[in-house]
T-cell receptor
Framework: KNQVEQSPQSLIILEGKNCTLQ??????????LRWYKQDTGRGPVSLTI?????NTKSNGRYTATLDADTKQSSLHITASQLSDSASYIC????????????FGAGTTVTVRA | EAGVTQFPSHSVIEKGQTVTLRCDPI?????LYWYRRVMGKEIKFLLH????????ESGMPNNRFLAERTGGTYSTLKVQPAELEDSGVYFC???????????????FGAGSRLTVL
């Protein structure tokens, strides 16, 4: 069983609307949790990074939250744009070997005009 | 600054053949990592180089996979002989420092898609 589970698997939203993606993890102890955006045919690009002591982090219209007690994170996209269409991947870095990242399967977001 | 470059972007080979994937990390990045995503599943760690040395290759699936980084610059990942289950996208990433922290952003390449028929 994957240590990082994401939901939903995919979603479709209209341009201008908001959406929230979920990430549940079991990696423990962990060093940090990142959200990556992966456009089709491109490598993942980091959006936000949070350590276990942080609750929220924003990057423009992207806001990530973290609840280390319940081991849950969310990524909120505000006022979506067509360019937000991509796969969003939750990545957890363990404390011991921080390059052995645990990746979620990703949520595919499609923004339609 | 040039990013992480991977070649080829897509390779289609038959079962039993050999394929070599190449990764050029960001100049000056001592740490190079290989990951892969197979069958639409999550991305998984394969191995980690520090300069030319293999720091951790615990994620390599079997001895059909051989990674090298001669001279500590670019790296190659050879699959010989390729099997159907090797199909997927192979990502390379690099960082300057040895610890993956907020100060050392992990930069990914676009990936090499491997299709084994």
């Amino acid at each position: 069983k994957n240590q990082v589970e994401q939901s939903p698997q995919s979603l479709i939203i209209l341009e201008g609307k908001n959406c929230t993606l979920q990430c549940n993890y079991t990696v423990s102890p962990f060093s940090n949790l990142r959200w990556y955006k992966q456009d089709t045919g491109r490598g993942p690009v980091s959006l936000t990074i949070m350590t276990f002591s942080e609750n929220t982090k924003s990057n423009g219209r992207y806001t990530a939250t973290l609840d280390a007690d319940t081991k849950q994170s969310s990524l909120h996209i505000t006022a979506s744009q067509l360019s937000d269409s991509a796969s969003y991947i939750c990545v957890v870095s363990p404390f011991s070997n921080d390059y052995k990242l645990s990746f979620g399967a990703g949520t595919t977001v499609t923004v339609r005009a | 600054e040039a990013g992480v470059t991977q070649f080829p972007s897509h390779s289609v080979i038959e079962k039993g053949q050999t394929v070599t994937l190449r990764c050029d990390p960001i100049s000056g990045h001592d740490n190079l990592y290989w990951y892969r995503r197979v069958m639409g599943k999550e991305i998984k760690f394969l191995l980690h180089f520090v300069k030319e040395s293999k720091q951790d290759e615990s994620g390599m699936p079997n001895n059909r996979f051989l990674a090298e980084r001669t001279g500590g610059t670019y790296s190659t990942l050879k699959v010989q002989p390729a099997e159907l289950e090797d199909s997927g996208v192979y990502f390379c990433a690099s960082t300057m420092g040895q610890t993956y922290s907020g100060a050392n952003v992990l930069t990914f390449g676009a990936g090499s898609r491997l299709t084994v028929l």
